[in-house]
């Protein structure tokens, strides 16, 4: 069986917190049934209220984040929640770029520590 961390992202979307909840759950219960300490469930909406609610109705491409508080010139149709829009990634980055920063951190604190200067590497390294 497969040792190593595992990141499982949430949605951008607010209306996926069932989603986010059944992913938690799933996590508790590697943990407990198959002794794993080294799983992540990342919240993709932690940052939203730092950098604000916004979306695009386009995937695949670079657009402005439509629906943002603080920019007067940036807006949707009537009736459209930029809560359930995708995420943008637009020239300097957008949501995408925080949740991966989550993921490096968690990954970067599964490393073991080696010790270059005597060149040992922790047992636990090694199994």
Do not use: Y
């Not at 943990?31 to 609610?53: P, Q, S, T, Y």
């Not at 149709?77 to 637009?90: A, E, M, S, W």
């Not at 995408?96 to 490393?111: A, K, R, T």
């Amino acid at each position: 069986a497969f040792k190593g961390p595992i990141v499982m992202p949430g949605s951008f979307s607010a209306n996926a917190t069932e989603h986010l909840q059944e992913t938690k759950d799933l996590k508790e219960d590697l943990e407990m049934n198959m002794d794993r300490n080294n799983i992540n469930v990342l919240d993709a909406r932690k940052f939203v209220a730092a950098v604000g609610e916004c979306g695009s109705n386009n995937a695949l491409e670079v657009k402005l984040c439509d629906g943002r508080r603080r920019s007067s010139d940036a807006t949707l149709p009537p009736g459209v929640n930029p809560q359930n829009l995708h995420r943008c990634v637009g020239l300097r980055g957008g949501h995408p770029d925080l949740i991966v920063w989550q993921v490096v951190d968690f990954l970067n604190d599964q490393i073991p520590v080696v010790d270059f200067v005597n060149n040992q590497v922790p047992s636990e390294a090694i199994a």
